[in-house]
């Protein structure tokens, strides 16, 4: 979204919080400190987008907004203790795809996305990036493919933890162009990284940030943006559209949500807050530099986008027989 597009944005939503002369102005809220849950461990792109979020809010609502990380359960449990918290605005969840793609992988499961929360905004999307450890003889998707394809069950690919995009992502691979890919699970993306710098693993499936540095470095190779785009952090890596390997799109979304019933003048004001942050160009840069592309989008679209997002992925997981207890 353009600069332009997100003031304009923002004006009009000032305009209809306007009671008093300012955009804030509506009611006293918040009047004490407000709760981020972000349902995964410190250092992953929730948190590092969390974070930003909950410093700039902090300014703009004269209130601070503190990050309390959450990890257990493929990020379930962070989640549902936030469904159980007053709908008050003085809990807010920080979300990735996982909170999306959870109740269509996990046999039990405490919440319902569209039920239980009242979606306040995308904050940010960060494209999903194929790399390889440089001993590979490939440099392109296609190149991969044939050599996967030639070689069944031969190579292994690492990636974040069960059931992210980027893990679905490479299923999604194997199912549309039939490759044999010993499928390998960490515990989060830096340890994936680790083990295809290593060779233990040869191909590595992960959200971009993470892999930015060893890519720009060239400890690893890149193949693929998985995106219709090429970034900013990395130009010169083509997208898996440009190289003729459609079907692999997918980011690791960070967004906004709040327990469900929370008052609409409180998301409100929080949509409001994000795109004034999105507009920053400050904010911009610094996002771009970590590998995110800015969303702020409204509560509908958000809403919109997390149902299709659901009903995408729940094809993958079933197709790849994906199941967690």
């Known amino acids: 979204m353009a600069a332009i597009q997100v003031t304009a944005r923002l004006a009009a939503l000032c305009a209809g919080l306007l009671t008093a002369g300012t955009c804030w102005a509506a009611d006293t809220y918040p009047d004490h400190k407000v709760r981020m849950i972000v349902p995964f461990a410190a250092g992953g792109p929730t948190d590092v987008v969390g974070r930003m979020v909950a410093e700039r809010l902090s300014d703009v609502f004269g209130q601070q907004v503190y990050v309390e990380d959450m990890p257990g359960a493929g990020g379930n449990l962070g989640v549902e203790t936030a469904k159980r918290a007053a709908p008050d605005g003085y809990t807010i969840l920080a979300v990735s795809t996982g909170f999306i793609i959870n109740p269509s992988m996990y046999t ?23 790399s390889v450890n440089p001993s590979l003889p490939v440099k392109n998707l296609k190149e991969l493919i044939a050599l996967l394809k030639a070689n069944p069950g031969k190579y292994s690919y690492g990636h974040p ?69 090429r970034v900013t952090a990395l130009p010169g890596l083509p997208t898996n559209i440009e190289q003729g390997v459609p079907g692999l799109e997918s980011d ?3 967004g906004l949500v709040a327990p469900a019933g929370t008052p609409a003048a409180i998301i409100d004001k929080w949509h409001a807050a994000i795109v004034m942050m999105a507009a920053d160009p400050e ?4 996002l771009d530099t970590l590998g995110f592309i800015p969303v702020a989008d409204t509560p509908t ?6 149902k299709s997002e659901a009903a995408r992925w729940d094809k993958v997981i079933k197709a790849a027989g994906i199941q967690m207890d």
């Not at 904010?283 to 610094?286: D, L």
Request: glycine content about 8%; proline content about 9%.
């Open 108 to 130: 039990k499961i405490g919440y319902d996305p569209i039920k239980d929360f009242a979606p306040i905004s995308l904050v940010a999307a960060s494209p999903n990036v194929v």
């Open 252 to 254: 690791t979304l960070t």
């Open 161 to 229: 933890s069960t059931g992210s995009t980027p893990h679905l992502a490479a299923e999604a691979m194997k199912q549309i162009y039939g490759l044999d890919l010993v499928t390998v699970p960490f515990n989060g993306a830096p340890p994936a990284i680790n083990s295809t710098l290593g060779d233990h693993t040869q191909i590595a499936f992960t959200a971009l940030p993470p892999a930015l540095g060893t890519l720009q470095n060239g400890s690893l190779r890149g193949i693929a943006i998985l995106a219709r785009e």
């Open 283 to 286: 904010i911009r840069k610094k």
């Open 301 to 306: 679209e958000f809403t919109d986008r997390i």
